[in-house]
């Protein structure tokens, strides 16, 4: 008997972030973001109208590129035949990552294909009002933040990993 596993493209999971401020977590079906405080009990919900981004063919193709270290083009191709004979989310999902700033405001991180060169950010306020975005290089991971600033890992051309702090600015 075998089992064959693979990674369905574009599906949303669940994503959750805490610190001394609360717990943050996301669905990542849709920009919204529940914050529970110590107690559990539920403190804010903070969302977004916005629009997910519907899955289209080249995403598709874009996703398997970036996700494969096989370079076969004949591979890839059946790769995608596969996938497109699976059942896919007719969207992208939305957050894939949450993490509180110093100050309280929730930090989310929305989708990026493997390819995309930029992360981008959602931050909003501790009382859940949207303040604006931040964009990173897809390079810089941003592992905490406090006082427009963030601490984080930048990866160069070469896989060498150095932690960085970089002023921010909200778009």
Do not use: C, N
């Not at 009990?41 to 899955?55: F, G, T, V």
């Not at 905490?144 to 890992?153: K, P, S």
């Amino acid at each position: 008997m075998e089992v064959t596993t693979f990674t369905v493209p574009f599906s949303p999971r669940s994503v959750a972030g805490g610190s001394y401020h609360g717990v943050a977590t996301t669905d990542g079906a849709a920009y919204g973001i529940r914050v529970f405080g110590e107690d559990g009990s539920l403190r804010l919900i903070a969302r977004l109208d916005d629009s997910l981004r519907p899955r289209t063919e080249p995403y598709l193709e874009r996703w398997v590129r970036g996700s494969l270290p096989e370079r076969d083009e004949r591979v890839i191709q059946d790769v995608i035949e596969r996938y497109r004979q699976s059942p896919l989310p007719d969207s992208l999902p939305a957050y894939t990552h949450l993490l509180f700033a110093e100050g309280g405001e929730v930090w989310a991180q929305r989708y990026r294909l493997p390819d995309e060169s930029m992360r981008r950010w959602d931050v909003f306020a501790a009382d859940g009002v949207y303040l604006g975005r931040v964009v990173v290089p897809a390079s810089f991971r941003i592992e905490e933040v406090g006082r427009g600033e963030a601490l984080g890992v930048a990866t160069d051309e070469l896989g060498v990993e150095r932690v960085q702090v970089r002023k921010l600015t909200l778009k």
